[in-house]
């Protein structure tokens, strides 16, 4: 079985200071790990995977992640946040080892609020 | 270049009532998935296709629930004798090929709302 949970529904942080939006993930071989940022009233729009390699990983808008094997963790991170970055996070995983393992599975997202 | 486009936006229908979602990919994917996003969840998975291949249909939540995909490119989800419980967010993406470790590309998706 696969899963992603973000125990964060929500995360505010005040404009440049670091940011970081938390995932866990599941998986019962090895996950291919995603994350996306919607913004209201869009879709969904790629930040960044892991799929081999460097375990930090760089994406757009400056945000990177860390794939973090051993406590099941892909946490989003930017070092210094802006007012445009307040939108919607999801993380999303899929199980590349998993024949017919389709679809990416997705977290509940976190809301980011960066204060000016 | 284009991305993946929906129709309607919105679309606001009684209860009971059909509707049809229309999604058309980025021209060259041969991946699609549609998903629902639900207020204060994510999203969830419904359906999937490639190439020729038989669609993956597993996350469909009921028979009321099907879609087609013609030609390789546009597809159609079709809700049947909508329920309230139907109202959400239907969003599409698709991906160059089946390869997992490809990003999906989402559309801005077609806001459901079943009174």
């Known amino acids: 079985a696969q899963s992603v949970a973000q125990p964060e529904d929500q995360v505010n942080v005040a404009e440049g200071n670091p940011l970081t939006v938390k995932c866990t993930y599941s998986?019962?071989?090895?996950?291919?790990l995603f994350w996306y940022v919607q913004y209201p009233n869009r879709g969904l729009q790629f930040l960044l995977k892991y799929i081999t390699g460097d375990n930090l990983v760089k994406g757009s808008y400056g945000f990177e992640a860390e794939f973090n094997k051993s406590q099941t963790s892909f946490h989003l991170k930017k070092p210094s946040a802006l007012v445009s970055d307040s939108a919607l996070y999801f993380c999303a995983v899929r199980d590349f080892t998993q024949t017919g393992a389709n679809n990416l599975f997705f977290g509940t997202g976190t809301r980011l609020t960066v204060i000016p | 270049g284009a991305g993946v486009s929906q129709s309607p936006s919105n679309k606001v229908t009684e209860k009971g009532k059909d509707v049809e979602l229309r999604c058309d990919p980025i021209s060259g994917h041969t991946a699609l998935y549609w998903y629902r996003q639900s207020l204060g969840q994510g999203l969830e998975f419904l359906i999937y296709f490639q190439g020729n291949s038989a669609p993956d249909k597993s996350g469909l939540p009921s028979d009321r629930f099907s879609a087609e995909r013609t030609g390789g490119s546009v597809s159609t989800l079709t809700i049947q004798r909508t329920q309230q419980e139907d109202s959400a967010v239907y969003l599409c993406a698709s991906s160059p090929t089946s390869g997992s470790g490809n990003e999906q590309f989402f559309g801005p998706g077609t806001r459901l709302t079943v009174l």
């Open positions: 998986v019962s071989g090895n996950p291919y």
